[in-house]
């Protein structure tokens, strides 16, 4: 019998988790903002967004949107695919 092994894929997840999360709290210390404040933003709990900057959680796409149109920069940026923040016309 032939197994085959699955090629891990650790690295696109580890780079994305370096950068999304560390980068959602930059940019709201960046704009002054307290983790509250973003959170009533969001119409969420101080408790579950706290939990998306420290990686404890998965931000839905549908916060990502939101807080794109709130900081006036791209989903690309917040997302750290890139490290332009492309401002939103």
């Known amino acids: ?5 699955r090629k891990q894929q650790k690295e696109p997840v580890e780079i994305m988790q370096k950068y999304y999360y560390q980068r959602l709290r930059d940019i709201r210390e960046d704009n002054e903002k307290t983790q509250k404040e973003i959170a009533d933003v969001l119409n969420t709990t101080y408790q579950y967004y706290s939990a998306y900057e420290r990686g404890v959680r998965d931000i839905p796409s549908h916060h990502i949107k939101t807080l794109a149109q709130y900081y006036n920069i791209s989903a690309d940026y917040l997302l750290g695919l890139t490290d332009e923040p492309r401002k939103l016309k």
């Open 1 to 5: 019998m032939i197994k085959f092994q």
